[in-house]
């Protein structure tokens, strides 16, 4: 993958060679404007970014996703091993991709559907608030086929999520300032990936359900400045 990127990637848009020199252009200028009226109405500043209440707010919403992705990595194939007690290891192994496989097409879905409508923010509250119900029904432990299920449902949430968040940051924060906000949500919020096992077992399923349904409550604080931002 490495070597095709390195060769087939175009750096920026005026380098797009699938794109008609009309295409390029305009795309070009859009995004230039777009950059323009983001400094305009935030500024440029790294350091400015790091104190703006909605890079904070990112940083909480990506905490409770860093956590329930890192702790259900680390206990989805024994919680699949608990309910399919006569399963092989293989087919364990098996079992265990089917979260993953719906995570792939979900999160594909809902980040194609708010690229396509330039809402974000009930997007991203959605897929917390899935994430949560699937966590949630794991924990009440059902059947072992509901349970799998269930797994599906956590994981195509909270990955889901992901591709939307990502696409936040960015539209109120450009250039350094983008450059260091995105950098400090990612050292900040991972912290909750290194502890999402740790509280899951101390803790267990419940937690990783209310960590998600705050994720959904925070994310719908978030106030609408612009399309891309809504």
Known sequence: MGIAVLFYLDNQPRDARWLSDEQ???????????????QDRHGPDRWLAMVQPRVWLLIAIYFTVAAGSNAGGACFPTLIKERFTTATNLQI?????LPHLCAV?????VGINS??????????????LAAFLGWALIACELSPVVSLADLCVAQAGM???LPVFRAVPSSFLSGAAAAGGIALINSVANIGGFFGATILGQFG????????????????TMRRES????
């Open 105 to 109: 097409v979900c999160m594909s879905l």
């Open 205 to 220: 399923l419940w937690s990783m359900a209310a960590f998600l349904l705050a994720g959904s409550l925070i994310t719908m």
């Open 24 to 38: 390029r252009l305009w795309l070009v200028e859009r995004m230039e404007r777009e950059q323009r009226e983001r």
């Open 159 to 161: 990955m889901s999520m």
């Open 227 to 230: 399309r891309a931002e809504t």
């Open 115 to 128: 690229d396509r409508t330039g809402e974000r923010r009930r997007h991203l509250a959605g897929s917390a």
């Open 93 to 97: 192994g098996l079992l265990g991709a």
